[in-house]
T-cell receptor, first 112, second 116 residues
Framework: DQQVKQNSPSLSVQEGRISILNCDYTNSMFDYFLWYKKYPAEGPTFLISISSIKDKNEDGRFTVFLNKSAKHLSLHIVPSQPGDSAVYFC???????????FGSGTQLTVLP | ETGVTQTPRHLVMGMTNKKSLKCEQH?????MYWYKQSAKKPLELMFV???????ENNSVPSRFSPECPNSSHLFLHLHTLQPEDSALYLC???????????????FGPGTRLTVL
């Protein structure tokens, strides 16, 4: 049973608009949530994280929102750029287990 | 070389072959990880090494055998694999997180493995 789920395998957005990527989780004991970005033929690269005690973290064009009651987090990219086209993985970190649990990824395509 | 490197980048092997995947990190980290990524599936954690000792083995079949000779190098030895083992194998490294804290994992580019 997947503890971290990304229910949308793909998303297409027009350049300049907002991209919203969603992620749901089941384990309320996760301590941190992260987003990784992966281009073809490269490994995932860390994008942004949020502690479980926060509800928002912003870094430039990227903002992550955490709704603990709904066990839901989202990544907002605004404005979206063609270079943002990649697979985005949501991940959750358990401090007690000292490991990351990943979602299955969402392919974002930003159309020029 | 910088970051995390993996060799080979692509590997095709028969079910009776023995091969090894290599990972090297140049970041001074003390924890290293092997992940498996199958198509349309989440990254699955296979093995974790911290300070060269295995601390996690997530029920991985014995046909996968990890080796961590020092904190900079990690190997995954493969033998008698099955076609369903075809996947992207990713190595990552980090500073070993203290209980409750988080340290970012840095990934290599992966080895694309095909088992015929």
């Amino acid at each position: 049973d997947q503890q971290v789920k990304q229910n949308s395998p793909s998303l297409s957005v027009q350049e300049g608009r907002i991209s919203i990527l969603n992620c749901d989780y089941t384990n309320s004991m996760f301590d941190y949530f992260l987003w990784y970005k992966k281009y073809p033929a490269e490994g995932p690269t860390f994008l942004i994280s949020i502690s479980s005690i926060k509800d928002k973290n912003e870094d430039g064009r990227f903002t992550v929102f955490l709704n603990k009651s709904a066990k839901h987090l989202s990544l907002h990219i605004v404005p979206s750029q063609p270079g943002d086209s990649a697979v985005y993985f949501c991940a959750a970190f358990s401090g007690s287990a000292r490991q990351l649990t990943f979602g299955s990824g969402t392919q974002l395509t930003v159309l020029p | 070389e910088t970051g995390v490197t993996q060799t080979p980048r692509h590997l095709v092997m028969g079910m009776t072959n023995k091969k090894s995947l290599k990972c090297e990190q140049h970041l001074g980290h003390n924890a290293m990880y092997w992940y498996k990524q199958s198509a349309k599936k989440p990254l699955e954690l296979m093995f974790v090494y911290s300070l060269e000792e295995r601390v996690e083995n997530n029920s991985v079949p014995s046909r996968f055998s990890p080796e961590c000779p020092n904190s900079s190098h990690l190997f995954l030895h493969l033998h008698t694999l099955q076609p369903e083992d075809s996947a992207l194998y990713l190595c990552a490294s980090s500073q070993d997180p203290l209980s409750g804290s988080f340290n970012e994992q840095f990934f290599g580019p992966g080895t694309r493995l095909t088992v015929l």
